[in-house]
């Protein structure tokens, strides 16, 4: 698979999630993981998401910007790691606010507080079972009968 190939997958696999796990580093040096909606997937691995100007977590991704970005839904896990940019663009932010958003977020997309955290990806490992849930149940059975592996495709992307 080359990069390219890698790449549109990894976004492919990214489209069909709406929420993220986004880790990073605190202020006392602790991984802390929280839900993160995404609003958008990049070609190339690239995440985008809402936050608040005056969290904890967009402060401590001003002075740590390392990040890891996890998918997990029906047979389908993304790890996403990059590096983290506090990103002030109304614009953007218009674009990308819907009603999901505004259950979680304040004064819409002109408050002052409301800013992106785009995601610049590295790397990232994905994990693909074929099938809906009746093939993943029968890749299991046939692993577990044969001894063999779950059949699925698993690899490693630089993006």
Do not use: C
Not at 39 to 46: A, K, L, M, S
Not at 57 to 74: E, I, Q
Not at 91 to 112: H, K, V
Request: hydrophobic share 40%.
């Amino acid at each position: 698979m080359t990069d390219k190939d890698g790449a549109a997958k990894v976004t492919e696999l990214i489209k069909g999630q709406k929420v993220a796990m986004l880790t990073h580093v605190d202020g006392t040096g602790r991984l802390v993981a929280q839900p993160m909606a995404t609003q958008d997937v990049d070609f190339g691995g690239d995440v985008w998401f809402i936050a608040e100007r005056n969290s904890a977590k967009v402060a401590d991704l001003r002075v740590n910007p390392k990040v890891n970005v996890a998918y997990s839904g029906k047979g389908t896990w993304v790890s996403v790691a990059g590096t983290a940019e506090v990103v002030d663009d109304v614009d953007r932010l218009r674009e990308y606010w819907d009603s999901f958003t505004d259950a979680w977020m304040q004064g819409g997309p002109e408050n002052p507080n409301n800013i992106l955290i785009h995601v610049v990806a590295d790397t990232a490992e994905y994990w693909d079972t074929p099938g809906g849930a009746v093939t993943q149940v029968a890749n299991f059975v046939k692993a577990k009968a044969t001894g063999s592996r779950i059949e699925g495709d698993n690899e490693v992307v630089d993006l």
